[in-house]
C-alpha cells in the first residue's frame, strides 16, 4: 500500500535559517505529492504539489521536487520566517485512489 | 478560495453518548467528502470517504456503525461518533473535494477536538 515518511520533529530554527523537511513516499501507481500546512488552530492548507516527476512545486518560497529515483520530495526554504511555524504534511494520491495519504507531520519552530 | 467550514471546533462528551461533527463547503459543491482521523503525533489516517446521496466507504478496521457519515447534500457532510468511548477521544478533520479543481482540490476543515471522559 501506500505510505509516506516524514522527519520527525519538532525542527527549531532561527530566522532567516535554511529548512528542509524530508519527506519519502510508497506508492503502487503514479503518485501526485503534496505538502500541507496547519498553522496553529487554522485548517491543512495546500502548500504546493507536484504531479509528475522532476516536476517542482513552489509557493510562498517554498520549493519541493518530485524525485522518483530516490521517491522523495523534501521541502525547502531558503529563508525561513517566524510567521512559517506551523505544522507541514508531507502528502500523496495515487492513481484509482483520491484520498490522501499523509505523513505524520513535521513541527517547525522559528525562533527570532 | 474554497472553504470548509467544520464544526464543533472542540467537544467534551461523557461515555455512551453520541457526538455529531458537522462539516460544510461554503462556497462550493463538494462531490466528495473525505473523513480522517488523528492522533497525537501520528498522521492524519483516513476513515471513511463519503459521496454525496451514496453511503460511504470505510477503510478497513473502521467501525461504520460507530462512525455513522452521512452526505445528503452537495454542501454538507456529518459524522456521529455513537455510543463513545474514551478512546475515541481524538482529533478528527474533513476534507472536500470539488472536481472542478481537477481532481487535486481538497479542502480541509478546521478539525474537531473529540475528548471522551
Known amino acids: 500500500g501506500n505510505s509516506v515518511t516524514q522527519m520527525e520533529g519538532p525542527v527549531t530554527l532561527s530566522e532567516e535559517a535554511f529548512l528542509t523537511i524530508n519527506c519519502t513516499y510508497t506508492?503502487?501507481?503514479?503518485?501526485?505529492l503534496f505538502w500541507y500546512v496547519q498553522y496553529p488552530g487554522e485548517g491543512l492548507q495546500l502548500l504546493l504539489k507536484?504531479?509528475?516527476?522532476?516536476d517542482k512545486g513552489s509557493n510562498k518560497g517554498f520549493e519541493a521536487t518530485y524525485r522518483k529515483e530516490t521517491t522523495s520530495f523534501h521541502l525547502e526554504k531558503g529563508s525561513v520566517q517566524v510567521s512559517d511555524s506551523a505544522v507541514y504534511f508531507c502528502?500523496?494520491?495515487?492513481?484509482?485512489?483520491?484520498?490522501?495519504?499523509f505523513g505524520s507531520g513535521t513541527r517547525l519552530q522559528v525562533q527570532p | 478560495g474554497a472553504v470548509v467550514s467544520q464544526h464543533p471546533s472542540r467537544v467534551i462528551c461523557k461515555s455512551g453518548t453520541s457526538v455529531k461533527i458537522e462539516c460544510r463547503s461554503l462556497?462550493?459543491?463538494?462531490?466528495?467528502m473525505f473523513w480522517y482521523r488523528q492522533f497525537p503525533k501520528q498522521s492524519l489516517m483516513l476513515m471513511a470517504t463519503?459521496?454525496?446521496?451514496?453511503?460511504?466507504?470505510?477503510e478497513q478496521g473502521v467501525e461504520k456503525d460507530k462512525f455513522l457519515i452521512n452526505h445528503a447534500s452537495l454542501t454538507l457532510s456529518t459524522l456521529t461518533v455513537t455510543s463513545a468511548h474514551p478512546e475515541d477521544s481524538s482529533f478528527y478533520i474533513c476534507?472536500?473535494?470539488?472536481?472542478?479543481?481537477?481532481?487535486?482540490?481538497?479542502?480541509f476543515g478546521s478539525g474537531t477536538r473529540l475528548t471522551v471522559v
Open positions: 507536484a504531479t509528475k516527476a522532476d
Open positions: 476534507s472536500a473535494s470539488d472536481q472542478g479543481q481537477g481532481n487535486y482540490g481538497y479542502t
Open positions: 463519503s459521496n454525496e446521496g451514496s453511503k460511504a466507504t470505510y
Open positions: 506508492a503502487t501507481g503514479y503518485p501526485s
Open positions: 502528502a500523496l494520491t495515487d492513481t484509482g485512489r483520491r484520498a490522501l495519504t
Open positions: 462556497d462550493f459543491q463538494a462531490t466528495t
